[in-house]
């Protein structure tokens, strides 16, 4: 069967497409990624077929202007309040729009839907699967008649406050049910002589990598399969130091990449992060930017600072990861078996850094509460209390307990044939 897979241009979303893509292939079905022109280079890297497809999105000349406000409303909640008196109808409507405006119009602009649709009519694809904020591919498929199913890198939680906006305003006349990322999706979808259905925003299913215990039971159709890291597209070289076991133990630092390839603001202080960890008796592989270490005021001497390291071949040699809580990051470390300090700051970054912590595998400590002596002792105490390390070998193996993406391929190919429409059908 072919398959069109596309993500915006962002690589830390872009990775979580790959293992699955490569799995396709070496099925021996036809596979295809598209995405905006400035995700070309990453995909290839990738080993990959790219679509180069509409004009760059640019969120980094949004983020300056109306970044601020997005990310302030989301910074002081967890993005899983249940609690009417915490997630209100006003909040949901109010994080939709702003979401719906400043993110998601903005990652998925014109230009890059309409010749994602464009090629999609041209090539034919039986099956979309799409990167969740991508919603694009949706509209590619329902342009088309193809199969589509979101690929899911991290837990639910934006599917989840949607599907809790439509029920609390299910029961109110029409002229009161407010719901811009329905009118979006709606107005783009009938630009293309398609009309919405929910599964625009659901997908028809979903393949989700997150491993129980912290994947969200939505009720809706899900693929669960085995998170497989992959950490392009910078080089995965194995460096001479990383050929032998460190001489004490070895404490991962990284950030993340999405503040060194967008306008995001670092929420965390290098320096503080720095001067939490001089002091103590661990070997300290800092995985920094330039921009990241412009902000350095001094290297702590127990510290080796490099621009890039795979994570996959770093955090199998750590005793624990200091991180940003981003979603590669925390994954990673948990297919590895290694305890975390995560500092989620905002979004899904918080709910991942709770998760941890309760099943645990290691520590959280929110961003805006770090302070040099309270990150010193959290770290110690994920590296000094072995109940921490049987923690993350427990969340390791429930991780391995699921199929790995090759495994999955039959039961996609099913679901395929089952939801393609006959417009779609050779």
């Not at 407010?178 to 393949?207: C, I, K, M, N």
Request: aromatic share 6%.
């Amino acid at each position: 069967m072919r398959v069109l897979l596309t993500a915006f241009a962002q690589d830390a979303h872009l990775n979580g497409v790959v293992p699955l893509a490569w799995a396709l292939r070496t099925a021996g079905h036809e596979v295809r990624v598209a995405g905006q022109p400035a995700a070309v280079e990453s995909i290839t890297r990738a080993g990959l077929t790219a679509v180069p497809v509409g004009e760059n999105h640019r969120m980094d000349a949004v983020i300056p202007t109306v970044g601020p406000g997005m990310l302030m409303h989301h910074m002081d909640r967890d993005y899983l309040e249940n609690r009417p008196e915490r997630l209100s109808l006003d909040y949901l409507r109010a994080s939709n729009a702003m979401l719906t405006a400043t993110f998601y119009a903005q990652i998925n602009n014109d230009s890059m839907i309409d010749e994602l649709v464009a090629y999609a009519r041209f090539w034919q694809p039986d099956l979309v699967l799409w990167e969740p904020f991508t919603f694009a591919g949706a509209v590619a498929a329902k342009a088309t008649g193809a199969a589509h199913a979101r690929l899911l890198a991290f837990p639910d939680l934006f599917a989840n406050t949607h599907l809790t906006l439509r029920r609390r305003q299910a029961d109110l006349p029409a002229a009161l049910r407010d719901d811009p990322l329905e009118e979006w999706l709606a107005y783009t979808l009938d630009r293309h002589g398609a009309a919405f259905d929910p599964d625009v925003v659901t997908g028809q299913w979903s393949v989700d990598q997150m491993p129980p215990g912290v994947r969200m039971e939505l009720g809706l159709p899900t693929v669960p399969t085995r998170y497989v890291p992959y950490n392009g597209p910078g080089p995965a070289v194995v460096p001479d130091w990383l050929r032998r076991p460190p001489e004490r133990r070895r404490v991962c630092l990284t950030l993340g990449l999405t503040i060194r390839d967008t306008e995001f603001p670092n929420a965390v202080d290098v320096n503080d992060v720095f001067a939490s960890l001089a002091d103590l008796d661990v070997e300290v592989v800092a995985t920094l930017g330039e921009k990241e270490l412009a902000q350095v005021s001094r290297v702590p001497d127990n510290t080796r600072v490099v621009d890039h390291v795979a994570l996959l071949a770093l955090l199998p040699s750590c005793s624990a990861v200091v991180h940003h809580g981003g979603a590669g990051t925390w994954a990673t470390a948990a297919a590895y078996g290694v305890p975390q300090v995560a500092l989620g700051w905002m979004w899904d970054a918080i709910y991942r850094a709770q998760r941890v912590e309760e099943l645990g595998a290691g520590l959280h400590l929110h961003s805006e509460g770090l302070t040099v002596d309270i990150l010193r002792d959290k770290l110690v105490r994920v590296l000094d209390d072995p109940a921490f390390t049987e923690g993350a070998r427990r969340l390791r193996l429930a991780m391995l307990s699921a199929p790995s993406p090759n495994e999955v391929v039959p039961t996609l190919e099913k679901l395929t044939a089952r939801h393609r429409s006959a417009v779609a059908a050779r």
